[in-house]
């Protein structure tokens, strides 16, 4: 596809549970963020990944979080032993090169929803 | 660090009535400002973005930005609203070297009303 595709769209799970979230991003693009949309609380940052060199890890929430990027491309977020307060839209954004060379646009997924009960 | 703050979780304007979001931010190194929009279900896309060049930038859908340093801010404006404006709109900013991803405000919901 064209764009940043996400999948699921929607994940409803148990309190406890582990989910994965993947995200494919733009054929070519180096750079590919994590970000958490949660209402009223704008978005927060989770991981950074740029070509080869380590991920920025650095908005990770928790331990229970964690994310890789397989060749250079797709990308899966894991949350284990859900909680409720990780309900919130998961959004992948890819860009052709990293933010700190030029201010590359971001292009955003359209996210994914994560309900946990 | 770096990080923006965002005036106004909602802001109402009526059709043909002058649009003002206003961000402010924070950085100890010079930045890359941005603003994004995010229409309803939809992913946020670039309305413009500031890079150290001219101070005014123009973007898309007649939206404009002015960095005024010496006020730490990056307003956006429109001179004319139209319903289709109606969005969340979100201020981003990065430092202007190194690798680091955007830092993004809390959002501004804008309505428009006929």
């Known amino acids: 596809g064209a764009g940043v595709s996400q999948s699921p769209s929607n994940k409803v799970t148990e309190k406890g549970k582990d989910v994965e979230l993947r995200c494919d991003p733009i054929s070519g693009h180096t750079a590919l963020y994590w970000y958490r949309q949660s209402l009223g609380q704008g978005l927060e940052f989770l991981i950074y990944?740029?070509?080869?060199?380590?991920?920025?890890k650095s908005g990770l929430p928790s331990d229970r979080f964690s994310a890789e990027r397989t060749g250079g491309s797709v990308s899966t977020l894991t949350i284990q032993r859900t909680q409720q307060e990780d309900s919130a839209v998961y959004l992948c954004a890819s860009s052709e090169r990293g933010q700190g060379a030029g201010g590359g646009e971001l292009f955003f997924g359209e996210g994914s929803r994560l309900t946990v009960l | 660090a770096q990080s923006v703050t965002q005036l106004g979780s909602h802001v109402s304007v009526s059709e043909g009535a002058l649009v003002l979001l206003r961000c402010n931010y924070s950085s100890s190194v010079p930045p890359y400002l941005f603003w994004y929009v995010q229409y309803p279900n939809q992913g946020l896309q670039l309305l413009l973005k500031y890079t150290s060049a001219a101070t005014l930038v123009k973007g898309i859908n007649g939206f404009e930005a002015e960095f005024k340093k010496s006020e730490t801010s990056f307003h956006l404006t429109k001179p004319s609203a139209h319903m289709s404006d109606a969005a969340e709109y979100f201020c981003?900013?990065?430092?202007?070297?190194?690798?680091?991803?955007?830092?993004f405000g809390s959002g501004t919901r804008l309505q428009v009303q006929p």
């Open positions: 981003a900013v990065t430092p202007g070297a190194g690798r680091r991803a955007l830092t």
């Open positions: 990944f740029q070509g080869n060199s380590a991920p920025d």
